[in-house]
């Protein structure tokens, strides 16, 4: 307990030191008094010879003491004394830094969740995800029997599970409506794997793997267990029905687990085997002999399974990259049968298996945002230098106010760096306490972007609890924002030569011209601008984007169609009672009055249904021309009438094209462009493999739409006649004479009219579907519009600032102006002029800043160059427009100034 | 202005090793130490007088120095400055020390000068 006592000893030690030090003095002056000088002589020699008195009795004391760290805490009491005392700067500097960290804490929140986060699994780094050499990992599926036959052969020290695509399902819980719920179906392994314990009951087993159909079991998320269930312990033994089956709830999976795939929250988990009970419909087959309506698990060649491994010793992973490709390649050479082409087949065989980590999951959520999260935090990051620059102003206008004061601290001692060390204490407590207020901002953006940044109503889950690495960031942040915020305001005011302040007067100008016309806080107000024209531009650029895509055509007439999205899947149609039922959906809502047109598709518009074969095309003597992918869609006859696609050449499909009739299609003229080049695609022929006897003849081309997403070109597309290809159907498209809106309750009516069993996915119009398409877009551009408003505000804020406190130097200046006869206008264009000068010098960076920055951005773009004329030009009028206001009342103030008044101040 | 004001140590811990000796033969009060540190060190050290304290304080701490209350030459009450017994051994472990390092560089010299 030593420091305690010396703590209470300390008081006394100082007494003590004080009166050793006047002791001292008094026995020299005594001394030098007895040489024969006088008292005054003898007491300026002692105090001389000494030494400074001050900063030695400092020195001393600080043996006694921590001294940093109590140097600091008095630091901070005085910066919090001295901010108290300036209620006007102290809450706009907060507010600014609270949107500054806040944003950027909140928008790295998101990109730590998407990007950088681990699946909440324990040991994720374990973790690897199966890929074929020819697909990205998330594409890469697998049949059952390649799972089942690797399983058996892996390293002790190697687990594997496998899992389908996460998929929606109807799900009826007690008596209600059947509700569209993500769920999945995996191993019995699965959870072992990822190494999960269930809250309630138990998860999935090896077990349930054992028997077709036999295990009708489910596993529920925690968070549907608190939707659905409000946490009640009794769910165990309670049946959900799945797609009409039903099942029997065994356990409640840990909070926050979500699988392998980050952006995805299933809210139950069927085992592998239940598949064709509930009829899970979500495969790739490359190759003919599938058989998609009988169940899946003993089928080799319809690919549905994700395969994720999790390897405990590194040492396993030769030997588990032998079995699979060993057991992959056995696999492939049992589908040779498939496959007569020799080209298609030696290509086929070449495929191989490798392992891609898998610590943090899947790749689609990242893929698709990863872009458009770097951007924004670029943009965040552009806020906070603002955001810096403008706090650094604003403390360099305080410290020229006090410079009398520091000259005066100087004088009697202080160290300069004990002076910077105020300041950056000031700073620190202000940016620390902008980063404590900030929390709310980062809150606010890490819960409302994901919803601005979701397509429809769902919101994509993001695990967004903070971790480390979110706390790491703001902390670095919080302290670096105060450090460059301070550090230049602090340096410059320590540097202050005390004799002169203290000679000249209040109204003194110090420094050169130079230094007056550039000082540092002209250059803050020009970096402030700068980056301010960076951000407006952006705003105008991402603005007109978004015009740009709304005003787009994108090849159907999305004003006047409404998307009737259904799922026949479930209801077990067999093949026969297709073509009246396509008859009776489209005569029932061709029924209500508004619609002009209804039309049957396979693959509804603008709602990601992306539906792909490979084609081999040839000509009409069957001679192999090239081969082709293509988006496969399937329509009844009014089709492009009603979706306002165009016929460009040949015939649309008649009602002689059934499944009685030659086999004919039509595709649009990407596919033409692509794969048929000059020749005229009319009259060729393609069938799905090389010795497929059923060939389809091509009979018209119609024109390019964006039919998946309106910012992605038309991809090529074949279209069937459906009744040549009967199966179950994705929807109708619905043209109406008026706002498609006001059909939208019939024509939900019609679907339940023609059979209450089918369930309608959903009802919207194209432009809504086109909205969401633009959902990133319109998050870009209205951030860029905020962050580039709020930039501006500031930039003329410290326009402002500085503008008003150079025109109070000038006071007497401008009086001696105005008294030689310059009039009141000269003097404010004087000012203003002098605003608009140095906004213009920083506009001229900002262009160039600007334009490097939009070439960067480049993909966010969309029909606009980099560099367009119109809105750089647009922008940099605004920011001079608001700079002359800015600059408007200190040139008012400085030409309403009495000559008489300002030359007396002198 | 003195340009510098702190003293220029000759090697580091060369003024407390001169206080610890100036003391150990007769303890002393502040003043009469500067002097009787200015007198041995023939005006060799230009340290302010001052600089004599924040070493002081440091030395209180570590304990190789108290303060008592004595009387100056002039009858004034004032805090004289002793060497504790701590104080003693730590000096004699810096003379053997600066001595053999002292011999160490003389015996260098004396090859070098071969």
Avoid at chain 1, 539 to 558: C, I, Q, V
Avoid at chain 1, 735 to 745: Q, S
Avoid at chain 1, 855 to 871: K, N, R
Wanted: proline residues 5%; charged residues 20%; neutral net charge.
């Amino acid at each position: 307990m030593g420091w305690l006592r010396q703590l209470f000893s300390r008081r006394r030690r100082y007494d003590d030191l004080s009166q050793s030090i006047r002791e001292h003095l008094e026995e020299k002056i005594d001394d030098l008094m007895d040489h024969g000088m006088t008292r005054d002589q003898a007491e300026l020699a002692a105090r001389r010879e000494f030494g400074n008195i001050t900063r030695i009795e400092e020195r001393s004391r600080e043996v006694w003491q921590w001294p940093t760290l109590e140097s600091l805490w008095a630091d901070a009491k005085y910066a919090l004394r001295r901010l108290r005392k300036s209620p006007a700067f102290t809450s706009i500097a907060l507010l600014t830094l609270a949107l500054g960290i806040g944003v950027n804490t909140g928008i790295f929140t998101l990109l730590d969740a998407v990007l950088l986060k681990s699946l909440p699994v324990p040991d994720p780094e374990q973790l690897f995800i199966v890929k074929q050499s020819d697909h990205a990992a998330e594409k890469s599926r697998f049949p059952y029997l390649l799972f089942d036959h690797v399983s058996r052969q892996l390293p002790d020290t190697a687990s594997m599970a496998a899992m389908s695509w996460p998929d929606d399902f109807y799900v009826r819980t007690g008596s209600g409506q059947p509700q569209s719920t993500q769920g999945q179906l995996v191993s019995g392994n699965y959870f072992q794997v990822f190494e999960t314990y269930p809250v309630l009951g138990r998860l999935l087993t090896p077990a349930d793997d054992e028997k077709l159909g036999g295990s009708p079991v489910a596993v529920i998320s925690h968070g549907y267990w608190q939707r659905q269930f409000g946490n009640d312990p009794a769910v165990i033994g309670r049946k959900l029905e799945v797609n009409h089956v039903p099942v029997t709830i065994v356990g409640v999976a840990p909070q926050g687990f979500f699988g392998a795939r980050a952006g995805t929250q299933p809210a139950f988990w069927l085992p592998l085997t239940m598949q064709s009970d509930v009829q899970y419909h979500d495969h790739y087959s490359d190759f003919g002999g599938a058989e998609p309506l009988k169940p899946w698990i003993p089928q080799a060649n319809i690919n549905w399974l994700l395969l994720v491994v999790r390897v405990k010793s590194p040492a396993a992973v030769p030997q588990l990259m032998t079995v699979l490709n060993q057991q992959y390649k056995s696999h492939l050479e049992s589908l040779t049968q498939y496959l007569g082409d020799p080209d298609r087949l030696q290509a086929m065989l070449r495929i191989h298996l490798s392992l891609e980590p898998g610590q943090r999951g899947f790749a689609n959520l990242r893929q698709q945002f990863e872009q458009p999260l770097l951007l924004l935090m670029a943009m965040a990051a552009i806020v906070l230098l603002i955001v810096c620059a403008n706090i650094a102003n604003l403390l360099l206008a305080r410290a020229a106010a006090r410079q009398h004061a520091l000259a005066v601290q100087l004088s009697i001692g202080a160290s300069r760096t004990r002076l910077i060390q105020q300041m950056l204490a000031e700073c620190l407590l202000l940016s620390v306490g902008g980063g404590v207020l900030g929390i709310a901002v980062a809150y606010w953006c890490a819960r409302v972007l994901p919803r601005w940044a979701s397509t429809g109503t769902a919101v994509i889950p993001l695990n967004l609890a903070p971790d480390a690495r979110i706390l790491a960031f703001s902390v670095i942040i919080a302290v670096a924002t105060g450090v460059l915020s301070g550090l230049v305001p602090a340096l410059q005011s320590a540097s202050v030569d005390p004799a002169s302040v203290l000679k000249a007067g209040a109204l003194s100008i110090p420094g050169g011209k130079w230094a007056s016309r550039w000082s540092a806080r002209k250059m803050l107000v020009v970096a402030q601008v700068a980056l301010s024209l960076l951000l407006l531009v952006g705003a105008g650029m991402f603005l007109k984007t978004l015009e740009n895509y709304s005003r787009l055509n994108p090849g159907f007439d999305r004003d006047h169609l409404l998307n009737v999205q259904i799922d026949t899947h479930l209801v077990n149609y067999q093949t026969g009672d297709f073509p009246s039922l396509y008859q009776r959906l489209a005569d029932r809502m061709e029924a209500i009055p508004g619609v002009r047109s209804a039309s049957i598709t396979s693959c509804s518009l603008v709602a990601g249904c992306f539906d792909s074969s490979d084609v081999t095309v040839s000509n009409g003597s069957g001679r192999r021309i090239t081969r082709a992918n293509a988006q496969i869609n399937s329509v009844s006859l009014n089709y492009f009438a009603t979706t306002g696609i165009q016929l460009l050449g040949g015939r649309e499909f008649v009602t002689t094209d059934d499944a009685s009739s030659p086999r004919v299609a039509i595709v649009n003229q990407t596919f033409a462009r692509r794969y048929t080049g000059a020749s005229n695609p009319i009259g060729l022929e393609f069938s799905y493999a090389d010795n497929d006897p059923n060939r389809h003849q091509i009979v018209g081309v119609v024109s390019d739409a964006r039919v998946n997403d309106i910012r992605e070109a038309a991809p090529p597309i074949i279209y069937f006649p459906i009744l040549q290809n009967v199966g179950n159907i994705d929807g109708l498209e619905v043209r109406t004479a008026a706002d498609p809106h006001w059909v939208a309750a019939q024509a939900r009516q019609a679907i339940a009219d023609v059979d209450p069993r089918i369930p309608i996915v959903n009802v919207a119009t194209l432009n809504e579907a086109v909205k969401d398409n633009l959902t990133q877009p319109r998050l870009i551009a209205r951030l860029t519009t905020i962050f580039g408003i709020l930039a501006l505000a500031l930039a003329c804020l410290g326009l402002y600032g500085v503008m008003s406190y150079t025109m109070q130097r000038r006071t007497s200046e401008v009086g001696v102006r105005l008294a030689l006869g310059s009039t009141r206008p000269a003097v404010l264009w004087l000012v203003i002029r002098e605003t608009l000068l140095l906004a213009g010098f920083g506009a001229v960076m900002g262009l160039a800043l600007a334009i490097v920055g939009m070439h960067v951005a480049t993909s966010f773009l969309f029909g606009l160059s980099p560099e367009d004329p119109a809105i750089i030009a647009l922008a940099t009028g605004l920011l001079l427009l608001a700079s002359a206001v800015a600059g408007f009342v200190p040139a008012w103030r400085a030409a309403h100034i009495e000559p008489v008044q300002a030359l007396r101040i002198e | 202005m003195v340009k510098n004001p702190e003293y220029r140590d000759l090697f580091p811990g060369a003024l407390e090793l001169m206080i610890l000796k100036t003391l150990r033969r007769k303890p002393m009060h502040g003043y009469a130490l500067a002097q009787r540190i200015k007198e041995i060190s023939d005006d060799l050290l230009q340290i302010e007088e001052g600089s004599l304290y924040p070493a002081l304080q440091r030395m209180l701490k570590a304990g190789w120095l108290e303060s008592e209350l004595g009387v100056s030459a002039r009858n004034r009450p004032v805090r004289i400055f002793k060497v504790t017994q701590v104080g003693r051994k730590h000096l004699e472990q810096e003379i053997s020390s600066v001595e053999k390092m002292f011999a160490g560089i003389t015996r260098v010299l004396e090859l070098a000068g071969q």
